[in-house]
């Protein structure tokens, strides 16, 4: 079967997660690069949307952390597509983790500069992060999920908090299940449930 996989921020496209979906579940997995057209939310969405129409028998789509975030805003503006989702450790309230890292003075600083230099572990280099890319994910954290849908997330996770998962789903008429594991963000230690994420999310 063929999905897409939506990495994290500072993930890359073929990842831990994306070899254990192809060589650990034998998935045909396309995995864009999510800064392709830029680092803010919306331009990842967009990523996103350009793959998803362009397989009108796409059915799977597994997102990480900020690439999972996106793949739910994705998927909600395809709302006719019987797409499947398996979110981890989504980045839900993204924005208050920036604000407390930053501060008042920085985010204020953020504000007025419209960007912050960023030293992105993905990309390998300076960046510079756009302000909208914080107001957009401000403005996405009430979002809910429709379409058939399963969360994992950690119960150590230190990034985004457990609660902000559990909200996301109880306001979500598509979740079917959350999977809360003793992991951290990465859930590195997770990946098989992956695997019985994928199997509950299809059987629906």
């Known amino acids: 079967m063929r999905c897409i996989f939506a990495h994290g921020f ?4 073929q990842g831990r997660k994306y070899r254990y979906l192809r060589e650990a579940l034998d998935l045909d997995v ?3 690069f999510l800064p392709r057209k830029g680092f803010s939310l919306e331009d990842q969405v967009a990523v996103l949307l350009e793959v998803i129409d362009a397989d009108p028998a796409l059915r799977l789509a597994v997102g990480s952390s900020f690439g999972a975030l996106a793949l739910a805003i994705a998927a909600g503006r395809r709302p006719d597509r019987d797409l499947r989702l398996v979110l981890l450790a989504p980045a839900v309230g993204l924005h208050d983790v920036w ?6 003075d920085g985010m204020a600083l953020w504000q007025e500069e419209g960007y912050l ?7 390998g280099q300076e960046v510079n992060l756009p302000y909208a890319l914080w107001t957009q994910c401000r403005d996405a954290s009430d979002l809910r999920v429709d379409h058939p849908t399963v969360i994992l997330h950690g119960l150590a996770d230190d990034v985004i908090p457990v609660e902000n998962a559990l ?18 963000h990465r859930l ?4 098989p449930l992956m ?3 994928t199997r509950l999310v299809l059987a629906d």
């Open 117 to 123: 230099q960023y030293r992105h572990q993905g990309v």
């Open 195 to 197: 695997g019985e994420a």
């Open 167 to 184: 909200a996301l789903a109880r306001r979500s008429p598509g979740v079917r299940r959350f999977i809360a594991v003793p992991d951290g």
């Open 188 to 191: 590195l230690d997770s990946l």
């Open 99 to 104: 604000a407390g890292q930053l501060g008042a």
């Open 10 to 13: 500072e993930g890359v496209p």
């Open 30 to 32: 396309e995995a864009p």
